[in-house]
């Protein structure tokens, strides 16, 4: 329970005290956009490394090796929030998050996941849903790798191999990037991140 306090406190305090920094990097932006998503995610995975401390999360990385270089598309069964800390923290290149839209309502943190390339898919609108598709597809063709869980929403089954169904479309991203990137091809490694 001190651990949750601890956690939780710090992301309050980070998203208002970094309120200054958000718009500094907003300006970067504005000019100079690689520059800006290189340091945001530099920010975002200092904040999520510190998190999964002083949760005492221990981070196991399998097959890491064969994550080729470039734009990768990750799929993953979604067990909780700390796949999105884990994933942030281990991933190698530039990488944004499909997230659900609502997510957007939450501001500031709707901000800087903007700036780590997050994508908000609108799961009640078809036309929005492609358009979120499209955007995935274009910033795997832009070099950054996207991160997506078909299922569309947290599994809690104990058995993590034990799916839930795939929404439609959720698979888009990678039917159109491998139609447009001629690099893509399908590797597996596997993640787990266990509270010690």
């Avoid at 492609?130 to 910033?139: H, V």
Wanted: with cysteine; proline share 4%; aromatic share 10%.
């Amino acid at each position: 329970m001190i651990r949750f306090i601890l956690v939780a406190l710090l992301v309050v305090g980070f998203l208002i005290f970094s309120i200054p920094l958000l718009l500094w990097e907003n300006h970067v932006g504005k000019q100079d956009p690689e520059k800006q998503q290189a340091h945001s995610l530099k920010i975002v995975q200092a904040m999520f490394r510190l998190i999964l401390r002083i949760s005492g999360v221990q981070v196991t990385v399998r097959g890491q090796e064969r994550i080729p270089e470039g734009p990768v598309l990750y799929v993953g069964n979604h067990q909780s929030y700390f796949d999105i800390l884990v994933g942030y923290t281990t991933v190698p290149t530039l990488l944004g998050f499909v997230a659900k839209k609502e997510m957007e309502r939450y501001i500031f943190l709707r901000d800087w996941m903007r700036n780590v390339n997050c994508l908000f898919l609108d799961r009640t609108d078809i036309k929005a849903g492609m358009k979120t598709i499209l955007d995935g597809i274009q910033k795997i063709k832009a070099g950054i790798s996207v991160w997506i869980f078909p299922e569309g929403t947290r599994n809690i089954n104990e058995d993590v191999t034990e799916l839930l169904p795939f929404k439609e479309g959720s698979l888009k991203i990678a039917e159109g990037s491998r139609k447009t990137a001629p690099f893509f091809h399908e590797e597996r490694f596997s993640m787990q991140a266990t509270i010690v």
